[in-house]
């Protein structure tokens, strides 16, 4: 006995194959001329087939033309799929299909069958082509691992997009509705999870609601994962839940379309449930995306953020609602806007408890392998070259018990003291990586006067101090090029070429930034003058600044470099004043007019200093005030000075 779903009639097959032939020719074409043609057109042209090579470890045919090739694959699967289910979507052709002598499963296994062929035949022409192709170029783009490669995950691309596009209009009434949400059912789960964590961190202190929405995006929305294999290729596990989900949402849709109702064709939502979580789902969006942004613009305000809820979930709801009743003179269920208050409301009270415990969690000293601390909760976005004199494994996490127990007292303070995410304050993330494999990351907003005093301990930490310095980041220091040493407008360049000199330089920098309080927490810091680069043999560069009070640099450059007595001395200063900043306010004050003074482009004299402020008029003893013997990071008395030639001013505490 035949089984009902493998059971194959020619005609209709045929009938489905001549819908979608024309679609089948289009993409074999696409792909003909994105690829082999292009390719070809690349070797009769170019002087020098180098630059197009792959970089190592990458599949040729992806890197010749992603791009291009994504667009293709985002298209044509999912017209096939609308072309191939449309008679669900009209009456007379709905009736006609469902009148022939055919069970159900067999009407979805020819259209399965028929899509998958017009879509897998292109894919297999083109890969023969390029494998034709390969010897006739010289040296080759790709080999035959990257063709095989390249026809694997193809086919797992534009078959879970046809097989998403098929189970779409199982449950839709309307073709172009289910275009759009054959694409949206890929985006809008992602999407929503990150607005709800967008929103969150307005609510929760600690939420690490960056981290969280990046690996969302990057990780759990499929059409932007795919966009990205060429840097991320797919690991094995993705490659085998993708592919388990083709066969899922292939097996579920014979069940669906056995019990989808013969009368919903006329409905834009197949099933009541589907449609009532259809309304539910993009009334939570709209409802998130407009508090989301009233919270962006006023800070988190509560009252404003309310509004926006109120404001997004009546617009959502409506519009939805427009959508499924497919009028403009709606009728508006007041009912249905109630039941969803409710239901939301009866949902804010897990979550309520269980945010309370986020932020209350606190893992112990002993169940910590290493911790790191700094303005972001990933240590990977410090901007590190990609050299190979660089092991940026150096800074990232401490391990010494000390550093692990000013870490998690910071924690504990932060837990008490810090603030839900707001716009104007100071980010402090956390990350723990526990001794089990687990992380624990946290993200906290402080005033810049909360952050000085609670990391003061920390910035104090050797480790911490290393581990959030670049220039310690350097393992192969052999791999150095040389040194260019600059000042703050970046005009001049001293270059030190010397092995000795620059293991000298290096040492001293080292040595300053081990003696003084590391600047990672330090706000609003203006007594840098310069950077000295390291230039790597391999062509990459890196920078590590230089403060005004760093005595040993200073000193070397001054001395030891050839051209380095004038940098940042006090031949270089058009005036300077010694200020009275020993009072919050002031320092306030003082702050704000540094960021007025420098977007002036006007070169005249300093004038309304908003605190006590003596000019300096004796040039000797400015100079010996300017020996960073004589200054530190931060005083009661400061020392402001204007550049030659520049608008631009430094500050400094001076000792006393």
Do not use: C
């Not at 009639?9 to 045929?14: A, D, E, R, S, Y």
């Not at 390029?130 to 078959?159: E, M």
């Not at 005033?447 to 609670?454: C, P, R």
């Amino acid at each position: 006995m035949k089984s009902g779903i493998l059971s194959f009639n020619k005609g209709l097959f045929q009938q489905h194959a001549r819908s979608v032939l024309w679609i089948s020719v289009f993409f074999a074409l696409a792909l003909l001329i994105v690829l082999p043609l292009g390719m070809w057109m690349v070797f009769m042209n170019a002087e020098s087939l180098e630059s197009y090579l792959p970089p190592k470890g990458k599949n040729g045919v992806f890197t010749f033309s992603y791009p291009f090739q994504y667009i293709t694959y985002l298209i044509f699967p999912v017209i096939t799929g609308l072309i191939l289910t449309s008679y669900m979507t009209k009456k007379g052709s709905s009736d006609f299909m469902h009148s022939l002598p055919f069970k159900r499963q067999t009407l979805l296994t020819h259209v399965y069958a028929a899509g998958s062929l017009a879509l897998i035949l292109p894919i297999l022409l083109t890969g023969i082509v390029l494998l034709a192709l390969r010897s006739f170029i010289t040296p080759p783009l790709y080999t035959v691992g990257d063709v095989f490669g390249w026809i694997g995950l193809s086919l797992l691309i534009v078959l879970l997009l046809f097989a998403v596009t098929i189970f779409v209009g199982l449950f839709i009434g309307a073709t172009l509705l289910q275009g759009v949400m054959a694409y949206g059912v890929l985006i809008l789960p992602g999407a929503l999870i990150m607005l709800v964590l967008g929103n969150a961190r307005f609510f929760i202190n600690g939420l690490a609601a960056d981290v969280y929405i990046d690996r969302v995006m990057t990780e759990g929305i499929f059409l932007v994962r795919a966009a990205s294999i060429l840097e991320r290729p797919f690991s094995s596990l993705e490659l085998a839940l993708y592919a388990g989900l083709i066969v899922l949402l292939v097996a579920v849709s014979y069940w669906i379309y056995k019990i989808r109702p013969a009368e919903a064709v006329d409905e834009t939502i197949a099933f009541p449930f589907f449609r009532t979580l259809f309304i539910f789902s993009l009334t939570l969006f709209a409802m998130l995306a407009g508090g989301l942004y009233f919270a962006e613009f006023l800070d988190g305000a509560f009252g404003w953020t309310m509004l926006g809820y109120l404001i997004g979930a009546f617009a959502g709801y409506t519009v939805m609602q427009m959508i499924v009743q497919k009028t403009l003179r709606l009728s508006w269920p007041w009912k249905g806007f109630v039941l969803y208050v409710v239901a939301l409301a009866v949902l804010l009270i897990p979550t309520a408890i269980a945010a309370s415990m986020y932020e209350k969690r606190l893992p112990a000293e002993s169940d910590i392998a290493a911790v790191y601390v700094g303005d972001n909760v990933d240590y990977h976005s410090m901007d590190l070259p990609n050299s190979m004199a660089i092991n940026k494994n150096r800074v990232a996490e401490m391990e010494e018990k000390e550093s692990i127990r000013q870490a998690v007292s910071l924690h504990e303070q932060l837990i008490k003291n810090g603030e839900p995410s707001k716009q104007r304050g100071y980010q402090v993330g956390i990350t723990y990586r526990l001794k089990d494999g687990s992380r624990i990351e946290r993200q906290y907003y402080l005033k810049d006067e909360q952050l000085t005093e609670m990391t003061k301990g920390l910035r104090n930490n050797q480790e911490f101090k290393q581990t959030t310095s670049p220039i310690f980041a350097i393992s192969r220091p052999e791999k150095i090029s040389y040194l260019a040493v600059t000042d703050f407008r970046g005009t001049r360049e001293l270059r030190v070429t010397e092995r000795e000199e620059m293991q000298a330089l290096m040492q001293a920098l080292k040595n300053d930034i081990l003696t003084e309080p590391s600047r990672q927490f330090k706000v609003d810091d203006f007594s840098q003058v310069g950077e000295v680069q390291f230039w790597f043999t391999d062509g990459q560069m890196m920078s590590v600044p230089i403060y005004m009070d760093q005595n040993q640099t200073m000193s070397y450059i001054h001395g030891k470099v050839k051209g380095g007595n004038n940098f940042a001395s006090a031949d270089q200063v058009e005036e300077a004043y010694i200020l009275t900043t020993n009072t919050r306010k002031r320092r306030q004050q003082l702050i704000s007019y540094i960021y007025d003074t420098s977007f002036s482009e006007k070169e005249s004299a300093l004038n309304d200093i908003p605190v006590p402020a003596e000019k300096m008029k004796d040039f000797n003893q400015l100079k010996q005030l300017m020996n960073p013997k004589h200054l530190e990071q931060e005083s009661n008395k400061t020392l402001l000075v204007r550049w030659k030639g520049s608008r631009e001013v430094s500050v400094v505490g001076v000792k006393e």
